[in-house]
């Protein structure tokens, strides 16, 4: 009888295998896309629909992120398998720029295909007996009933197409809050979840360092592009690079460590590693709306900034802020005050950006960053002080 491929668990942190970096580097071609969609469609529909698509990319992640945590990604089966959602994931990239226009088939096909596809052959690979099993039969029942709201989507147009893309993403981000609960079949517990928890902390922490990556290479990409190396231009370099660093330091250089071991020595590491999915979906949203932000800047540092680009500028680093948060409300069981005080003053630069032009507004929302950052260093090193 054949095994499972699943993970050996000898009580040690599972290492990231070189499948699974692999398969991130997609990853890195659709937040570029996602980035450059949202930068060509400033207006409330455009926003609207690469909420939609970030969501579909992040799910797809998602889910394969679960998968190579119970599965050994080096065993062939499991290797083979995510190196076809891989292809999947990168025809459904390679479709973002249209995918509310004339690939949309394109993009819902791949995605659905990736989602169902994968489920069901974990279930062939488990067989029905395995404990894994009535799990991966509701995730199938759930991913099969969003199937049919992006494949529904594909063939309507216009908002009918935006709102069912819409249920299709609710079907899959929300029914695992509740278990995967489907009428007939029960649902699942977290504490049956039984993931190996540094490994999915690692798994986060990466595609972090994707979306800081890409937008590291945008703004050389930029710089590289520009003729005259102007002081305006490498003074919005400066900033975008500032405000990149900024945001890193407040993920890594404060809490990634603490996280790691929090969820590998938590009681129910299932419901740990779900708050951590949820949470970096709005992290690396902040990250992408950051990049917009900083495009704007590097392209048009003397431009005037108008009430949209005031709201670009301050809703990265806001929904950052907000999902670093909420990230450091999962680790630590409160959220930091400077975090909330860096939301405040990002809400009252709002306010005031349109009397200024885009490298000064991209300088002052690095600054705010880099303040949360220096804060929330400060007030760490006390309360380790206070504990010794």
């Known amino acids: 009888m054949r095994l499972p491929a699943l ?19 997609v990853y890195v071609f659709a937040v570029t896309q996602l980035s450059h969609h949202l930068l060509h469609h400033l207006d409330l529909a455009g926003v609207l629909q690469t909420l939609v698509l970030w969501f579909a990319v992040w799910l797809g992640w998602q889910y394969a992120c679960w998968v190579s945590n119970w599965f050994d990604p080096e065993a062939p089966r499991i290797r083979g398998l995510m ?11 390679s479709s973002i720029p249209e995918a509310f226009a004339d690939r949309a088939w394109v993009f819902a096909g791949a995605y659905a295909t990736m989602q169902v596809g994968r489920t069901a052959f974990v279930l062939i690979e488990v067989g029905p007996t395995h404990p894994l099993a009535p799990n991966f039969r ?3 029942a759930w991913v099969g009933i969003s199937a049919c709201f992006w494949l529904a989507g594909a063939a309507a147009e216009g908002n009918v197409r935006l ?34 928890g540094g490994h999915l902390a690692e798994r986060c922490q990466l595609f972090v360092i994707v979306a800081l990556g890409e937008t590291l290479l945008a703004t050389g990409g930029v710089l590289s592009e520009v003729e005259h190396w102007r002081l305006e231009v490498v003074s919005a370099v400066l900033a975008t690079f500032a405000g990149t660093l900024a945001m890193w330091w407040l993920y890594f250089g404060i809490s990634s460590r ?12 299932g419901r740990m590693g779900a708050n951590f999915h949820y949470v970096h979906a709005l992290l690396i949203a902040g990250i992408i709306a950051t990049a917009v932000g900083n495009d704007l800047v590097m392209d048009h540092p003397g431009a ?26 999962v680790v630590y069981g409160h959220a930091p005050r400077s975090h909330l005080l860096g939301a405040a003053a990002l809400l009252m630069l709002g306010l005031v950006m349109p009397w200024m032009h885009l490298l000064a507004a991209g300088w002052l929302t690095s600054m705010v960053l880099l303040g949360v950052g220096l804060l929330d260093t400060r007030l760490k090193r006390r309360s380790q002080q206070r504990q010794g």
């Open 138 to 140: 509701r995730m199938l």
């Open 7 to 25: 993970r050996h668990r000898d009580g040690h942190h599972a290492r990231v295998t070189y499948e699974e970096l692999f398969f991130d580097l």
């Open 163 to 196: 709102g069912l893309w819409a249920m299709a993403v609710a079907c899959e981000y929300v029914s695992p809050m509740f278990g995967f609960a489907f009428p007939g079949m029960g649902r699942s517990h977290t504490r049956e979840w039984t993931i190996e």
């Open 258 to 269: 603490d996280a790691t071991a929090a969820i590998t020595h938590s009681d129910d590491p």
């Open 304 to 329: 005037a900034v108008t009430v949209v680009y005031a709201t670009v500028m301050v809703a990265g680093p806001l929904i950052y802020l907000l999902g670093s948060a909420l990230y450091k409300r």
């Open 83 to 93: 190196f076809a959602t891989m292809l999947l994931a990168l025809l459904m990239s």
